[in-house]
């Protein structure tokens, strides 16, 4: 694959250094995880939603993905800014707007820098983060993307303060969001078309959260292959 | 009787099959009463036993329960037709709700006429302040019953679900001066409803009609003239249908 031209991966770098490539390989990387468990996604859905969430996802980052091919945008976040634009028309349901709003104000936070580091990565996905919750009112326990995303960016943060390497944060993220996945099978959700079915809901592992869990296995790699 | 009822309250929650010791550990109930409860509710087929685990679910006689319970409702065996039509005229999904306590309770659901899959929601229960058709009910109903409401709990679903009663003591005189409840991403982030009070041969309000569905598709920067025109159509055909007077049926 393409990219960096230089070792300025994380191989050589104490302190990461990420750019628009990354930007680029992550959503990429974003959009095979979620053609490949497309199916598994929807079958989740289909016992607590609309049986839509593997399909609208895997056609709104395939769309993203290749929107920020033909990009003209040069810096990370705008490339972010760009990808949640994409996401908030391609994806539909409630998955759109959520995700959307996410990778828009995790770009907005990113500002207009051309290289980023750990800290500001963290900070932009924490600022995702923010946009989820404002715009749907979930909390950690409502069966929801936020018991994914809110303990990795956690987990991330904690990484970062002990200052352990990129790839170890990067891991402690996809681990944490991979067990937050998890966990919302025994929970009752309290949040979006799932909280109409009550106890019935219970047994089930949430669709969204498992998609956020996703996107962390993706930005992992992204930056191993870097 | 209130044993049994537990047992099959349990079955109908979430881990759906449940053997005899977990049962009686969940009810803290003695094993042989769970056995003995569960063999008399076989036999009335409530309950069936999974042959491979040996554990137990609902039985086919609940659905047929269900089913009676809907059929009870008089504004749910009315609308279908209509309900039926309004779909396939503005090519929505269309949900007939009541006010059951403090939430709706879906008794009808149609869905929207284009072969996509969707989860049927009879049966779903939405807090009244957080969809259209709760709210289109709430606005008429008595001063009391209206007051209880507000009061609260009132469970927020969305960032845009109203939970101030003071706001929404007002919405609701402006959906009773509309006739209609206009409701934007406050049940679930990226949908909207339009729904209208249906009324019965008192002119009480006995539930709501509403399309539902993505809010760029409904309600792009308010609500579709034609589908809110399309909702009170329809709302005033039943609530005639269900025996209202003129003046009901038209929502005041």
Known sequence: MGGLTSGRGLRTARVAAFDA?????????????????????????AAIGDADHGINMDRGFAAAASALEASDEATPGALLVQTGTTLMFRVGGAAGPLYGTSFREAGGALEDVGTFGMGELIVALRSGLEGIQSLGAAVEGDKTIVDAWAPAVAAMERGARAKSSAREVLRSGRLAAEAGATATTPMQARKGRASYLGPRSVGHQDPGATSTALLFTALERAVEAS | ??????????????????????????????????????????????????????????????????????????????????????????????????????SVLIVHHVFRPDNSV????????????????????????DADRRRTLLAGPLPVLTGRTMSDPHGLALSLDEVRRAGVAIEDQEAIVGEAEIAAPVFDHRSHVAGAIGVVGPVERLAPGGALEALVAAVKETARGLSRDMGAGRVAARGG
């Open chain 2, 1 to 102: 009787m209130d044993r049994a009822a537990r047992i099959l309250k349990a079955l109908g929650a979430g881990t759906s099959r449940l053997g005899v010791t977990e049962l009686a550990d969940r009810l803290n109930l003695a094993k042989t009463t769970v056995h003995g409860l569960l063999r008399t509710l076989e036999r009335q087929e409530l309950v069936e036993q999974d042959l491979d685990t040996g554990k137990y679910r609902l039985g086919p006689a609940m659905l047929q329960l269900g089913n009676a319970f809907l059929e009870s409702h008089e504004l749910r065996s009315r609308s279908l037709l209509w309900a039926d039509a309004l779909a396939s005229r503005v090519g929505e999904t269309v949900r007939v709700g009541v006010l059951h306590g403090r």
């Open chain 1, 21 to 45: 490539e990354l930007v680029r390989r992550w959503i990429r990387e974003t959009a095979a995880q979620l053609s490949a468990q497309r199916d598994y996604l929807t079958q989740l859905d």
């Open chain 2, 118 to 141: 969707q989860i049927l929601e009879v049966g779903a229960s939405i807090p009244w302040n957080a969809c259209a058709l709760g709210k289109a009910t709430a606005a008429f109903l």
